[in-house]
Every structure is written in C-alpha cells, then in structure tokens.
C-alpha cells in the first residue's frame, strides 16, 4: 500500500483536463444545439424582437467562450447558477432533492440485484452441464428482455387497478407501499445482467490452470470455488458495481416518468430538450466528478482483490 | 459433496434474504404506507397519495415554469396564476369581461380613455394590506420596465400610450396611466381598440405587492402576495402544488374549496383517475373509445367541451411551391379531414372550417373551409405556374422520435392518393422548431395557436396582419390589410365581427393557413366535484368549484 497516496495525487491531477474537456464539449455542445431556453419557454407565443431582448439581457448573445469563462468560474466558486427554465430557482435546489430521490429509489434495487443476481450467477455456473444452467440463463434472458416499459402497465393494472393493493404514483420516501413496484422493476431490469456477469467470469476462471492446479494438489471444492474461483471473479463484478452505482446518480427515467417519481432521470430529460443550460452542466460536471472518483476508488480496490494489480 | 454445502449455505443466505424482503414489504403495507421517513418524509395528508382532506380537490398538474405575472407565457403556468392573482377585470367561465378589483369603468367618447373605479376592500392575500391604483400603476410600470424581462409586455400592454417607450427604456414610466387617487385609475390607450380591456385579463396586467418585490426581488414568488381567490400554500418542485382558499377574496362566488392539491409526479394521470387518486384527468385518443362506450362506468363522469384552438397546416407564402396561391389551395383540398377525424382521431376533436374556433367572439358557422375535391385539387395544380410539376415538398414538425402521428400519415397519404406528389416529413425539436417558423425557414408545417384572449384580433390580426412580428407565412395582402386596420378602431363589435368575418373568408380562399382541427378538451370529473368545467382559456375557474365529499 505504500503506493498508494502518490498514485491517488497523481490520478486526481490527471482528472483536471478530462474534466477541462467534458465541461467544454458539454457547454459547447449545448450553446450550438439549435434554439434556446427563451424559445422553448415562450413556445412561439412572444414576437421574436421580445425573445432577442431578453436573450441579450441573459447574456446568451455573449461569445460562446466568454459564457463559458463565466460559467466556470461561477461553477469554482461552488455556485452552480439559476435555472433557465424555472425562472429564479436556483440549479443547486432544483437537482440535489432530485438526486436524493433518485439515489433512495435505485438503492434496494441495487442491493438486491447483487443478493439475487450473485448467487444465482455461482449456482448456475456450478451447475454448468445440467439442466439448472440453460434453465436459469433462459429465465434470466427473458426476464432482462422485457422492457420496463412493458412492466410497468402490466405490474400497474394488476396490482394497483385490479387487486387494489398499492397506490400508483407519487413519491411518499422509501418507507412507503408507493416503492414497492419500482423497486421490482427496477431489480428485475438489473438482477439478471448481474447473474449473467457472474456466471461468465466464474466460468472463465474455472477453465484457468491454477484452478486445475488447485483441484490437484487437493483443496475442497469448496475451498476452490470459495478461495480461487470467486475471488478471481470479484474483479469483473467490481466493475460491474461501479456502472450500476452510476445509476443511483443517473436515476431511471422510465420508472420516473411511469410511477412519478420526481426524480434526477426525468429533470435531466426535462433540462436538456427545455435548453436549461446550466441545469445540465451541473449535471453533467457532477456526474463526471463522480464518475472519476468512483474509478479511483475502483482501482484502489483492484490492487486489494487482486495482489498482481500494481499501483502504476 | 463439499460443493454441495456450498450451494446449500448460498441457498440459505438468499432465501433468508428475501424473507426479510418481503417481511419489510409486509409490514409496510399492513401500516398502510403512511409513514414517512428520510428528507422526504412529509406530512401523509399533504402528499399526492396520502389521505384526502374534507373538501379538497385533486387535480394533475404541471410544474409551474414561474409564478411571476409579468413573465408568464405558458398555460400550465398560469392556470396557477390566474387563481393566485387579479387584475382590473377578468374573465368568468363564460369567458365574459367581469370586474374583478375594478368595480367598473367608463371609456371616453373618443374611445381612447378608460377610467377604472377599484373596490376599496380588496387586500393582497398574504400581507393583508390595501390594494390602491398606485399598486396597478407599479405592476404595469414593472411589467414593462426592461429589466423585468416580461415576455408579453409588448402584447399586452403595449397599447397603452407610452408603454413601447417604457418596454424600449427609452421612458422610465408609462405616461398613459394616471393614478388620480387611490380607488381611481385612468389609462390611455393609443388608438380606439376595442379589444383593449380583453388583453387586461391576462396576468401581465394582474396586480402584485411592491413591498413584497422590493423586499425581495429574486425569491418573492415563492409566497406570491396576490388577490386571486387562492393562496399558494405549498410548491415542492416535481412533487406537488398546494392552494389555499383566500378567506378575504372579494369577488362573488368566493371560493368554496378547503384546499386544492396538484400532483406534478406525472405518471398515468388516467389510473391514477380510476384508483381514486385524483378527482379529474383529461383523456387521450388511446382511451377514447373505451370511455365512450355507455357500459362503461367511466362514461358518466366523461365531459368533453371545445377549446380556443385551432390546428393549421401553414405554408410560406413566398417559397416555392407555396408562393402560388393555387398550390397552396390545392393542398388544402385534397386533405379529407373528416375522414382523419372519423379514423384516425376517433371524433375527438372537430374538423376545422375557418380559422377562429367556436367559442371565440365573431366565430360564423356560415364560413365554410376549402374543402375536400380532389378532383378540383388536381386541376388546381395544373392550373398553377408549376403546372403540376413541384420541386420539392417538405413538411417540418416540431418533435422527437421516429413515428409522425397518423394524422400527418394519412395527409401524406392523401396528397400522394389526391395530388400524386410525395411529401417528405422533416421533425426539429421543438427548440429549433419555433425559433425556425419565426425566421420563416420552412416551406410547409403543422401548428396550433390557442387564443389568449377572447377577440377575433389575437388570431387574425396578429397573423395575418403584413407588418405582424407573428405572421410567420409572411402572408401579404393589401385588401386584408385594409380591413384589418379598419377593424382595430371599429367600435360598434356587431361591424368589427362582421369585418373579420369577411377577412376570414378571405384568409380561407386564400390558404396561407389550411386550417385543419378544433381544439376539444375530452375530460373525467368525479361525480362529486360540482362546478367544474373547461374554459377553453385559462380563467380563475376553482372558486366555481366544490367536492361534496
């Protein structure tokens, strides 16, 4: 571990042009989109020389690189601007209660993808050859082949018009009957992926030498799958965590828009056909920041899992 | 052997997992889901789900883009607006000009000045004090004060005498309003136009609390001090909007709510409807033909009732091919819009005839549209300098996705059946798509326009007029011009309505707009809401209502 802190330093120092480059592309490629926030929110009811004066008055007539300058270096100072569309809200007040909503509503999912989703991914592979395997990956095809957009009527009609056991929509915490279809949806969408990601790699490394070595010199099976094959597959499912963790920030649009939840996914569709500017810069500046966090944070746990990885 | 210890233990982990799963589940429904936890944890009674309060209605909402009377511009908006805050005068469900803190008010024989008498006990809701005509003359002062930025200053208010001064900060009051004391407003208005009193029901001419802006300027609307027959009691951005009744409102009948709660979660308004959770939803053309049918149980609680808009088909009348009045004709006539409407919007809506909506001020059953003749259509096209032979045709929508509607199919359709020419369809996000009909870059698109207030003048005038900012078909005819100047200081309304019923004739023949449906508001009440109905503009309609539940 000795490593550790200058490779930390060094990998922060690297993110400072990645960061330079998606804020850039992201500004840019926002400004030179056709139309402007003035003209979706007016929608064709103002006279253009109006939605000229009030575009100058926002600046939005400024050289592209001069409104990015004073975008950032508004955005350094912590503060991430006012909305363009909900006219003198703050982006910062609009997002951050989103995104909690967001991050409750894909948290259990989370968790009980991988309960599900690893186990299952083991036993199936153990079971390669029999009829378990084939059985269990045809399931969890066809599970993560049905679209949430088709569950969600299907779970809504059932439960909510015909057995009458959960209200359909809103957003009552993550205590709440509310949660319940979400949540289901939600797992099943990313449950089957995680089987499916574990069973591929617990059966590459059973085809490894060092687990025939393994086997030869003796240990338990239990021993080997436990000790060598699992640990030599945590690797790929790190990774995987780190892209599903990615969703707790991102949120599900879908699952928002069909059960109304006001959650980040929907504001972030909202932001970016409405032209909100600066709501989905922010958006964007923070979910790379994390993005690259999480990455560190994943390499560091590589070199833990897995001795061979080197700080480097 | 070992192996199988193993799976078993997995086994085990698992099964005891989705016990307690579902055990949490369990006991979270037997509790009945109220209980909140976490940042959002909210008073039950107060969410969108939550147990409903003796006397309040339920509605599905959109968020508010803004709360500001000067700066609004979308209807969602200001369906809150109008309840939160007053003017002079307002429209009532009838969409007839009633007082509201003006008790009346006389004009000059030359038509050119309104003098407005106010009630003396009208207050702001939240702060409880006195409204006076220095109040109005602020509001409107404020509205067309360039750094407010109002959207509709010009539109609304730029009829009166010194306002475009103001708006173009070349003046820092608006000389034409006089506050001569404090129940007495006079304002001037530049010519003798007799919708003038119409634009003042719009919120750009609402009143609102000087103290309160002053005090303020960035976050008053977050508890707008208005004299609407509602408080604005909770916004929660995405979640939820919460009204209140204002015990002090002074207009009759006062409101009769004890509260009114959007749901701005979205989600199936129309579950939502039938699983009791809110007491309204509009209705799609996917459920049409199930809510129609009379063994429905949903039929009883169907109303439909038009609305003030009209959807066109508009061509830029100075590109080819649509410069010849003859191409634009014949596109119109071969169009079978009742066929469309019969198929493909399964009645919902009426075909259009002329260019006004029935409802509006003026509308004349007698003005009859183009009509479908494919026949004539054809020779018409013949008959053009193209003479049959267009270059080509683009039709621009405003949208996303990769499915037009059946509605643009079934045209396409019909003009290459009817005309033989194949019309390729162009989508533009909605972004691009208005700020590119105003520069009039398109040949040929599809829109609606909704009337903002009820006069013939806010369809015709502003797109058809030549030097109109809004005629975006660059439409330019001398004869319509000249009777459309004629209208505007037309003073006798039986004269004024007769004259743009001759313009729209014309408009009609001529075809810069082929107009193409009517706007109808299909829609689910419960049977304990009383009162309600659809307006076809927004007015302050909930003071109307009430729920016998």
Redesign the interface.
Known sequence: MSGALPFIIRRLLAAIPVLFLVSAATFALGRF????P??????????????E??RE??GLNDPVPVQYLRYMGKFLRGDFGESY?????EVS??IF??M??SA?LNVIPFF?AY??GV??G??SA?KRGSWQDPAITSILLFLSAVPTVVWI?ML?YVF??RL???????????????I?LPIFVLTIGSFAGVARVVRISMIQVMGEDFIRTAHAKGL????V??RHILRNSLLVLANGIIASLFSLYAGSLFVE??????GIG??MFEAI???DYDLFMALTMIGAISFILANLVLDIIYTIIDPRIRYA | MNEKKLLIGLGAVVGVLVLAVIGVTAVVIARGGGGGSGSNASDPKSSAAGPRVQGELRLPGDDPLTLDPALVTDVSSATYIVELFGGLVMLDKDLKIQPDIAKEWTISPDGLKYTFKLRDDVTFSQSGRRVTATDFKYSMERAANPQTDSPTADTYLGDIVGAKDMIRNRAKEISGIKVIDDTTLEITIDAPKPYFLAKLTYPTAFVVNKDQIDKDRRNWTRKPDGTGPFKLSEWKIGERVVLVPNEKYHADPKPNLKRVTYNLAGGSVLTQYENGEIDLAGVGVNDIDRIRDKSEKLNKEFIEKPELTTSYLAFNTRQPPFDDPKVRQAFGMAIDKQRIVDVVLKKIVPPAEGILPPGMPSYNTAIKGLGFDPARAKQLLQESKYQGRLPRVVLTLSGQGQNVGPTVEAMLEMWKANLGVEVEVEQVETATFFQDVNRGKYQMWELGWAADYPDPENFLDIHFFSESRQNSTQYNNPEVDKLLLQARTERDNEKRFQIYNQVERILVQDAAWVPLFYGSAPLLVKPYVKGFQTTGLVVPILRYVSVEK
């Open positions: 989109a056709p139309g402007d003035v003209t979706v929110r007016t929608g064709g009811k103002v006279s253009p020389e109006r939605v004066a009030i008055s926002l569309r909900r006219q003198g809200r007040e609009i209660p989103k909690w909503v409750q009980l309960l599900i186990p299952l083991i036993y153990l009527p809504v909510v018009l009458d056991l959960i209200p359909t929509v809103g957003w009552n915490g993550i205590f709440s009957t509310s319940i338990r099976s239990s021993t799958v436990s828009l069909g059960f109304g939840i006001p929907r504001e056909s409405g032209r």
